[in-house]
């Protein structure tokens, strides 16, 4: 591995055009299936929370609780995820991601079977638990398993189909939730995840290899260093403004602009479009210029359309708001990639579970803190000047925090580490 660092300049060097290095053996179709089994399995957590934030409206009239209070069925879940994922983490290293995932899959799938028949927001929100349960399981596993195929300088192009599944999932997720508030009322948008689970288990029982690298011995070996640190605060950040901004989108356009569960989904499509896109773009840009430059341009694009959407005179329904969309979803799309990338690479294999859970742990609390200030901002009601007011927190968040952060990743993560003592 010492020699990975030296070498890979000149092997950057002679990328052909695609990006792909010409002098490299082409990844083993099985890697690709590996890759496709574990995104879908994290798509599927994903989903989750974006199919669930179109069903909240519909929940609170089901259930007979206020609008706001519902902010607690997406922080139940998000908060049992990531105070599962360090354990979780540490299961992969020592018992494989194969396992771990499947037992992680059945758990959630058995949540969201209660969740679908539970008459009350306490028992509602237990059950959201058991589901954050399960996907702190399956979060480590599936990163650490995605990337095992791959070497640590074509990371980045594995990473971008990784975002783009993340993309797909904000685009399915509020299509499918509305079709189904819509057509079945918001139980079914809890049972369209048991099946969900069981295909996603499926395809890692077919194409995850029981060890996809080597175990850790004892869980030894230090995974927290400068690189991860600064790559769990952009991933952090990333989320409370994306979990953030669809609960604030949702509340708004339904409560306020009177649209239909549908409707109001149909606006975040775009979004979902364009993280989909600039992920694959990003892992290129990755492999060939480092994290850095992805992720400033992240913020930049991010904090762009956020700080457009926070000037007061602009309306929030309006048609020509919608291009406003496009740099915010560009720049979420750019973010995914880079802290994966950084944060591998700059540990062993063997640390990968415990890594994986790191960035999901920051991710969770992120999406968590975004989902409760986006519930705590409009407990008073969802007006337009209580949403100015909570995007230009967010465009602060994104060129304040943000670009800092951005600034603390090397011009590229090289080379993998040494193997841990």
């Not at 299509?175 to 996603?200: E, M």
Request: proline share 5%; net charge positive.
């Amino acid at each position: 591995m010492a020699s990975t660092a030296q070498e890979r300049p000149a092997r950057r060097r002679r990328r052909s055009r695609t990006g792909a290095d010409d002098d490299r053996e082409p990844i083993p179709r099985e890697a690709w299936a590996r890759l496709g089994a574990c995104t879908a399995a994290a798509a599927l957590l994903q989903l989750d929370g974006t199919v669930i934030t179109v069903a909240l409206p519909d929940v609170a009239r089901g259930l007979h609780v206020a609008n706001s209070s519902t902010a607690i069925v997406l922080s139940a879940y998000f908060a049992a995820y990531a105070l599962l994922l360090f354990p979780g983490g540490r299961l992969v290293d020592r018992l494989g991601a194969r396992r771990v995932a499947l037992i992680g899959l059945g758990i959630f799938a058995l949540g969201a079977a209660l969740g679908a028949v539970v008459s009350s927001l306490a028992l509602l929100s237990l059950t959201r638990v058991l589901q954050g349960i399960g996907a702190g399981l399956v979060s480590p596993a599936a990163l650490a398993g995605a990337v095992s195929g791959f070497p640590p300088d074509r990371r980045g192009s594995a990473l971008g189909i990784w975002g783009a599944s993340a993309g797909l999932a904000n685009l399915v997720g509020p299509l499918l939730g509305g079709i189904l508030t819509v057509a079945f009322g918001w139980r079914a948008v809890w049972w369209v995840l048991v099946p969900l689970a069981i295909l996603a288990a499926w395809g890692i029982v077919v194409n995850v290899p029981k060890v996809v690298h080597e175990v850790a011995e004892g869980g030894r070996g230090r995974v927290l260093n400068a690189t991860v640190a600064a790559a769990a605060i952009v991933a952090a950040l990333t989320f409370a403004v994306m979990i953030g901004t669809f609960y604030l989108a949702e509340q708004y356009l339904q409560k306020t602009a009177h649209f239909s569960a549908l409707g109001a989904s149909a606006v975040l499509v775009v979004v979902g479009l364009l993280v989909g896109a600039a992920a694959p773009l990003a892992g290129i840009l990755v492999d060939r210029r480092g994290e850095r430059l992805p992720t400033a341009l992240g913020f930049l694009g991010s904090g762009l359309g956020l700080g457009i959407l926070a000037i007061p005179a602009v309306s929030l329904d309006a048609i020509g708001t919608g291009l406003a969309l496009i740099p915010i979803g560009l720049g979420l799309g750019m973010l995914f990639v880079p802290v994966s990338r950084a944060a591998l690479n700059a540990t062993p294999d063997a640390s990968h579970g415990r890594v994986s859970a790191v960035l999901s742990t920051a991710r969770l609390v992120g999406a968590a803190l975004g989902a409760g200030l986006a519930g705590v901002a409009l407990s008073g009601g969802p007006s337009a000047a209580t949403v100015h007011g909570a995007l230009l927190v967010a465009t602060a968040a994104c060129l304040l925090i943000g670009l800092p952060a951005a600034g603390q990743f090397g011009r590229a993560t090289r080379a993998v580490v040494q193997p841990a003592a």
